[in-house]
Every structure is written in structure tokens, then in C-alpha cells.
């Protein structure tokens, strides 16, 4: 399995822009395709953005199309989400996750994913 380590998180106002990374351990990177998730207090996890294997493929929640973008370097084994024009519902611990079976490509469940970070925190002030 992919170790994966998520940073870049924090305070910001309104309208703010933040940008998240997610570093991978080992030399399988190119081999997961990965999602970012989004836990606010109380509430369940829920899906926020997907890339593919390659990078040239994405999909992302009706929440945040428009203001938030994933890609991935794989030369860096890292994967990012910068998220522009911030709202305060975005508050949330943000995961990043693994995806290895090509079969379950468009997912949004986070049970499909392999293996997930600990976690960054995203504070959004009004």
C-alpha cells in the first residue's frame, strides 16, 4: 500500500484560496489513481475530487466544481487540490485517498478507496 501524507492546510477568509498537497511513499504512485475527501464536524465523509491514473482525466463534487482543482505530479509522487474562492462550508478535515482498481474509476465512496492520509485541517472564516 501507498503511504500518503496531506499538508497545506489552515486558516483562511472568505473568498480565500488555499492549496493542498499529498505526498506518496514508494515508487507505485502512477499505479493509484487519487481522490481528496472532506469530513466537517458531525458530518460524514464525502467526496470532493478525483484524478486518474495518468492525470488526464478528473471529476469532481457539484459542491466545489469551478473553484477547486486536482492534479498530480507524478515525478513528485504528489497530488494537489488548490481551492479558490472559498466558502465557509468548506470547513473540514480534508483526506487525501488512493484508488487502485481501475473497475471502480468514478467512484465517490470512500470505501472503494485503498489508503488514506491523516488528515489536514481547512478553517474557513466568514
Known amino acids: 500500500q501507498v503511504q500518503l501524507v496531506e499538508s497545506g492546510g489552515g486558516l483562511v477568509q472568505t473568498g480565500g484560496s488555499l492549496r493542498l498537497s499529498c505526498a506518496a511513499s514508494g515508487r507505485t504512485f502512477s499505479t493509484y489513481a487519487m481522490g481528496w475527501f472532506r469530513q466537517a464536524p458531525g458530518k460524514e465523509r464525502e467526496f470532493v475530487a478525483a484524478?486518474?491514473?495518468?492525470?488526464?482525466?478528473?471529476y469532481y463534487a457539484d459542491s466545489v466544481k469551478g473553484r477547486f482543482t486536482i492534479s498530480r505530479d507524478v515525478a513528485k509522487n504528489t497530488v494537489y487540490l488548490q481551492m479558490n474562492s472559498l466558502k465557509p462550508e468548506d470547513t473540514a478535515v480534508y483526506y487525501c485517498?488512493?484508488?487502485?482498481?481501475?473497475?471502480?474509476?468514478?467512484?465517490?465512496?470512500?470505501?472503494?478507496?485503498?489508503?488514506w492520509g491523516q488528515g489536514t485541517q481547512v478553517t474557513v472564516s466568514s
Open positions: 484524478i486518474s491514473w495518468s492525470g488526464g482525466s478528473t
Open positions: 485517498a488512493a484508488l487502485k482498481q481501475t473497475s471502480r474509476w468514478g467512484t465517490k465512496k470512500f470505501a472503494d478507496f485503498d489508503s
